[in-house]
């Protein structure tokens, strides 16, 4: 079975944990955002791992900084 | 109230809140839900030693749930617990410990004694509640610190959470990235207690009644189409029942709201030997046609109790959204699986409570008594013989520390016949006591029908060559009885002492629901109340004028621990 993530859902969680009226651009990289610091980033984590039953590697953590990087690693663990 | 727009629309949205508040919890779905209604604000300050942002992060929708919004203040990781990185007044200091990061505290007994120390130094900066949630926490270490007497100092069940969540309750692989050992969901799980339970029982009040629909809620089907044979106890109604008998045991009143004939609810419950719940379990019955929130007021009437303090359950989200257009009864949704209306249940503020008072175990048959006495004030031909046909026994505790958890709870419970509003809570209390024993008394009220329990308390302190009285509270289960005079003017006598003060200055605020108390100092002090609240004096002399012990029983316990 394939899953689809669409990077327009991450977009809207990431908007909705970070408290943004708009939605972030999906290559618009974590720095660029200032709302998106260590704090909001576990946030992040925890919001993705809970809506799509997944587990990131702890060495995943640090790399999930663009919805882009996000959407593209749900779908591998979402493959798997 | 809200404009009844509002107050339906939330009564409403708390029903369809329910389900991502009280199933599975996940954090986006959380993190989406807004309350558009107005809300109470709570200052928390947290010392902690391991990352608490991710509770924090989480407790929004459900302290909106029950009107709260929460303010954290989030010191710096301190494993040492100084407390001296901020100050200010706050509702509440959280204690957010991971005792596995504190060094040197191997042994029960090292650990117990580091916490009572360290919760020592932060009473002796602040009267605020202390709420103190520690893992691991054993049996061992939690009884020694709860009996360390220190007021207002709570200690948080974690590890019933850890026990259920088993390893699920820390998470190894996110530990270094949130900060803290907990899993993701003992975080949200933590948050909800946190938001629903433990922070209203510190800073809230008491929930005193549950108001309950019949078909849909404590059983599924309809009675008075299926029969009172026909309808079905699903287990899940079956926990609920039985989860309202506990409460009951408890003494939270139950009361039924229901549109169907009394004659059928009567046989139904003496039919139905599988319902927990009997019919005597409850305290007051509206069965009619008529609209609920009138219903709800009668039942409040009848328990004596403010309508803000009952809950009100029912399976129809439109039956809860009209009662809450006129009523702020607190609503909750009856769901189809009884369980998880136990779940909505446990978590409205106010239903838990750090422990149940000998008081609350009274208030049951104490209510029962007040018909009685009621038939007896209207049959006795004088005051004098209705007050001696009770056979009333008056205790006055002067300084009783052994009496400062009952006496912070009426100051916070008390609405009706409190002077001041002010809600002093045990270590407050337990101050005033400390710098003069006859700063604080209590009364105690027995009759030949029931014991009252402790109804009565009033502070002041000497403020030369006056006394300031700034806090006067009875319970309402007290009032009707014809006895404030003689109760207050006695406890006033004894909060004198032997200061003899030129007048007696009492501090008023004018609220909602005090309009009782006004009148009785209005009327006690011959004098108006100012109808913007401030202060009310009255001469000594015209207090000790008052006393009298005319068909009462008194007995007066100075400096006296309770039995």
Request: net charge negative.
């Amino acid at each position: 079975m394939t899953c689809i993530v669409a990077d327009d859902e991450i977009q809207s969680l990431v908007a909705q944990v970070l408290g943004l009226s708009e939605l972030p651009a999906v290559d618009l990289s974590r720095s660029e955002i200032p709302q998106w610091d260590s704090l909001k980033h576990v946030e992040i984590v925890f919001a993705l791992e809970d809506r799509y039953n997944v587990q990131f590697d702890e060495a995943e953590f640090a790399g999930l900084t663009t919805v882009a990087v996000i959407a593209a690693s749900l779908r591998a663990h979402l493959a798997a | 109230m809200l404009p009844i727009a509002d107050s339906a629309a939330r009564a409403i949205a708390r029903a369809e809140w329910q389900p991502l508040l009280f199933d599975r919890l996940h954090r986006a779905e959380l993190s989406a839900l807004r309350a558009p209604w107005p809300s109470r604000k709570v200052r928390a300050r947290v010392h902690r030693n391991h990352a608490f942002e991710p509770v924090a992060s989480a407790t929004p929708p459900f302290a909106a749930w029950n009107g709260l919004t929460v303010d954290w203040v989030i010191g710096p990781y301190d494993d040492t617990f100084t407390f001296d990185w901020t100050e200010g007044a706050f509702d509440a200091e959280i204690l957010w410990i991971d005792a596995a990061r504190l060094d040197g505290l191997a042994g029960d007994d090292v650990w117990a004694a580091w916490l009572i120390d360290r919760v020592g130094a932060l009473r002796a900066q602040t009267s605020a509640p202390i709420l103190i949630l520690a893992w691991p926490l054993s049996p061992a270490v939690r009884a020694r610190v709860g009996a360390a007497g220190i007021h207002a100092m709570y200690l948080a069940d974690l590890e019933t959470i850890a026990h259920r969540l088993n390893e699920h309750w820390t998470d190894a692989r996110t530990a270094d990235l949130s900060g803290t050992r907990l899993s993701n969901r003992s975080c949200l799980e933590v948050a909800r207690e946190l938001a629903c339970s433990w922070l209203p029982a510190t800073v809230g009040v008491p929930i005193k009644a549950i108001a309950l629909d019949l078909d849909g809620t404590l059983y599924d089907g309809v009675l008075g189409e299926d029969g009172e044979q026909s309808v079905v106890l699903t287990p899940g109604h079956e926990g609920l029942q039985a989860y309202l008998v506990e409460l009951h045991q408890r003494g939270i009143f139950l009361a039924l709201v229901s549109r169907n004939e009394l004659a059928d609810i009567e046989r139904m419950f003496d039919r139905r030997r599988d319902f927990p719940l009997r019919l005597g379990h409850f305290s007051s019955i509206e069965a009619s046609w008529g609209d609920k929130a009138s219903a709800l007021e009668r039942v409040a009437a009848q328990l004596r109790i403010g309508a803000d303090a009952m809950i009100f359950v029912d399976d129809n989200p439109g039956e809860l959204a009209a009662a809450a257009s006129r009523s702020p009864a607190v609503t909750v949704h009856a769901r189809p699986d009884g369980a998880q209306t136990v779940e909505a249940l446990r978590h409205v503020a106010g239903v838990f409570r750090w422990g149940t008072s000998a008081e609350d175990l009274l208030r049951t048959a104490d209510l029962n008594a007040a018909a009685v006495r009621t038939s007896l004030m209207r049959d006795e031909p004088s005051p004098e013989s209705y007050l001696r046909s009770l056979g009333i026994q008056l205790e006055f505790y002067v300084g009783a520390m052994d009496l400062v958890p009952r006496m912070a709870e009426l100051s916070r419970k008390t609405n009706q016949f409190n002077l001041s509003l002010r809600r002093l809570n045990e270590a407050e209390i337990a101050q005033r006591i400390a710098e003069r024993s006859a700063n604080v008394v209590a009364v105690r009220l027995r009759d030949r029908l029931s014991d009252s329990g402790i109804i009565a308390v009033v502070v002041g302190t000497p403020m030369h060559p006056d006394m300031r009285v700034e806090l006067l509270a009875v319970s309402c289960r007290a009032l009707g009885r014809r006895l404030e005079d003689t109760m207050l003017s006695r406890a006033l006598l004894l909060l004198a002492g032997d200061e003899q003060p030129a007048k007696l200055s009492f501090e008023i605020a004018k609220g909602p629901r005090n309009s009782p108390a006004l009148d009785w100092i209005t009327r006690f002090a011959g004098l108006a109340a100012p109808s913007d609240g401030g202060r009310i004096e009255v001469e000594y002399a015209r207090v000790r004028a008052m006393v009298t012990s005319r068909a009462v029983e008194i007995v007066v316990h100075e400096r006296a621990v309770a039995s």
